[in-house]
Each structure stands twice: as C-alpha cells, then as structure tokens.
C-alpha cells in the first residue's frame, strides 16, 4: 500500500467516522432529551455553542491523536500534531453548531391561536402566530444589566429588558429588547455617559413602538435574554414561579423563510473542512517509526495528556494542588448548570451564588469571604487563575505539605476577600487570585530568605515578574481587583515569614 493510501486509511478514514458519529450522535442527544423530552436544562448558548465546540475534543483525543503521530509534520508545539487536532475539531464542531440553528427552528411548526392565552395549553411549542392581541404598554416592567464581552473583556455591553403583559392573560408577556455595545476600556465617566445615553434613546423608541408590527411570535427558551425578562417581572413580583412565565418576542421576517440555507450549510461546512482535512493529511510524509508503533500499541513516550491527567489526579505526587484545581473546576462546572453565563456572569448573578460584596459581609454573611474563592466570572477568568494557580501551588507544596498548602490557600485568600471589601464599597468580588497571589507572596518570601536552594532562585524570580508583576500591573488598567490581589501577597508573604521563623530548617530541607 503506498503512503497515500496509509495515510488515508490510517489517519483520514478514522477522521471521517469519528466526526459523522460524533455530529450526529449530538444532534440525536440534543433533539431527544432537549426539544422533545425537554429534560436537557442548560441554557440555549451552552447547547447551540459551548457544548458543539468542546465535545470533538473527546473522540479525536481518545481516537484521532495517536494516528496524528504516524504524519511527520514540524511544528513548535508538539511537532505540529496538536495543530492537526485543532483542526479536526474545528471540522467537526462547525457543522454541530450550524446544525443546531436549524433542528432548533425545523423542529416546530408555526401555531395560529387567537389570544395570547392560550400559548400556556401549547407548552411544548415554540412558533405562534396570535390573531388578536393586545399589550398594556403602560404596565411594561423594565429591566436593565451589563455584561462585558471579547478575548479580553474589551467590551461592555448594555442590555434593557422590557417585559409587558398581554391583556386578558396572566404570565404571557411581550418582551422588548434594546441593547448598546461599547469599549469596556473607556473611562468610568464615559461609561456613565453612555449608559444614561442608551437609556434615554431607548426610552425614546419604546415611547413609539409599534406592538402590531409583528408577523409572528417566539417563545423565548432557557437563554439569558429570557432571564432578562424575567428578571424584569421580578422586581415587580418578587414571588412569582419563573418556569410560568412565558416571554414572547416579535419577528418581523417571514416564518417559512426563518431557516434560509442553513441545512445546506451544514453539509457545506462539513465538506469544506473535511477537504481541508484531506489536503492536510495527503501533503505530509510519513513517520514510520510512529507508523509501526501504532501497528504495534505501543503508546506514546512523550504525551501531554496523560502528563496533565496525572498532575489532576488527587491520589497522585501533586494531591492538594490537584485538589484545589479541581475544586474550583468543579464550581465552575455548577455554576454553569444553574444557569449562570459562561463567559461573563452579571454581577447580580455572580453575588446570588456567593460573592464578595461590602455591604453583605458587613450585615453578617461572613461566608462569603470563603465562597467568593471559588466562584469565578467568565471562562477565562477560570482558565488565567488555573494557569496561575498550578504553577504557584506546585512550588508550594513539596515544601508546605499538603495539608499547610491548602489551608495557606484557603487563609490568604480570606484576606484578600477583606482587603477587597474593605477597599471597595460597591463591587462585587470573585475569584481564587486574590488566594493565588497569597501563594506567590509565599513564593516570595521563600525566595527573599533563601528557603528556595540557588538553582531555583531564578526560576522564582522570573516566575513572580511574569504572573505576579505583570498581573498586578494589568490591574491598574481597570477591571481587576488589584485590592484582592495585594491582599492577597502581602498576606502571603507574612504568612510565609512567621512559617520560617516557626520551622525555617525543615521548609529548606523540603525544598532541597
């Protein structure tokens, strides 16, 4: 067999079955136990977006990444090979996501009724077309959030929610959207300015709006716009029981035109990644000593997965630092299937589920000092403080023990909790880096009083420069809690200066 044929029936092959299975494994999952059996609770941006992007990675780390091996590619990470897998699933999560636009829409039909009363007896459908309705304009409940946006949180984005009840119908309401997008790394005064400004136009438009400029209805699923709404009724009637709430948004577009060319998309976009796929897996040459490795099952003597399984497993050389890791992933995870955003949680939400906030502790929730560790605001917020968290934590604990890592963990990042609400009146605090950089301020403080042997000096040195320095830095850019984090390494450093002088000759024997 020639190199083309190996590498197609190896690599490309195996490539073609992993993503059909996978694509349409998702959408059977998402169609089954979401739009029909409607026991899938997570929210509409997790399942049309997060989830399609994420789930690839598992059969093609599992299937695709030792074959990746036998294709004899150059690059600076990992010989190119982690590119190949990039790549992979990007090829197959698009179509997933694609796909889900369309069985989300294709899946229900429009319903005509005559009053908006009667969409409570048509639960499970989504499309209404209303022959007669009439809204209380001024009865509407408004509803006003931010959140930021971006790669770096380099957005703000303002959100006014107007909920306003149809006559003659109890928990079926309109709902009427405005939102703005800005720079978030503008001054607070021209933020100020720009959300009275938003606010003043928007009430303008809603002072005109035309409630019967509407073709048909959509009722809103479990999404954050919905909890917009919702959070609107709410501060009209605290007591409500939300899942009875029905939000319903006008469309203007005509309802048979309302999945343009998306199935055709689907098979588009799987069939331009997969010939990109094709040209990538043809072009190289082949490693054979990976190739006869793989005949043979030998596994792999350089692999950055199971390095990364093994530093995460608790029962392993790392225990706590695997503990505390996976701690706050774990959170993390919980946060997101009670509902709260995965990239960028309201300050409201984020204070619901436990965070920092002057006002709070100071009126005796003094458990939020502790929880505030561990709840973080965003995807990359988690992703930053694991990053920091495992390199700080891995130069500790051989020194500190495990048990004294965590309670030194836990302890600074009590204080940093203090320090941030006693610097802030207002804001509402989250995140484990205020305890982070209790842990570089140990960092620290073994380095100053030469607990750390020489040889590992430097490595201290450029490490607190490059995570602490440079984060603190950032912090007076705006956006991050920088009283937290000097809590938090002033703390650190007077924690590990009593440490030293209670049992200096047992932390250098540790550390050597």
Known sequence: MNNIGIKLKEVYLPFLLVSIGTILFYNLFRWTFDIKLGVLLL??????????????????LIWLRRRNRILNVKGKRDNGHFFYQFAMAGAIAVPIIVSQTYIEKASFDLVSITSADETKSQRDEKYFNINSFRVDKNASLPYVTARTSGRNNDNLNFYLYLACPFENSDNVWYGVEYSKNLSNRISNDKKDSEYRSFIEKSEKEFDTYNFQNVKYFEKLGYSDDRDGFIEAIKERFPNITKSEQLILVPKTDVFEDR??????WIFGSFGIGSFILLLMVVIPKIDEKELRDLKKGTPLKEDDLKDMLEFLDPRGSNKATAILLLLNIAVFVIMIFVGLNIVSPTPKELLEIGGNRRFEVMNGEYWRLFTSIFIHGGLMHLFMNLFGLGLGASLLEGILGR?????????????ASIASIYWHENTVSVGASGAIFGLYGLILAFTVFKIYPTHMRGMTWMLLGLYAGVSLL??????????????GLISGFFLGGILILIEKEKLIKNAS
């Open 43 to 60: 929210k509409e941006d997790l399942l049309n977006f997060w989830i399609p992007f994420a789930l690839p990675w598992i059969p093609i």
């Open 259 to 264: 999945l343009g060319n998306t199935f055709s």
């Open 403 to 415: 048990t004294q890592l965590i309670i030194s963990f836990i302890v600074c990042g009590i204080l």
């Open 474 to 487: 950032f912090g007076f850019l705006g956006g991050i809690d920088n009283a937290a984090h000097f809590g």
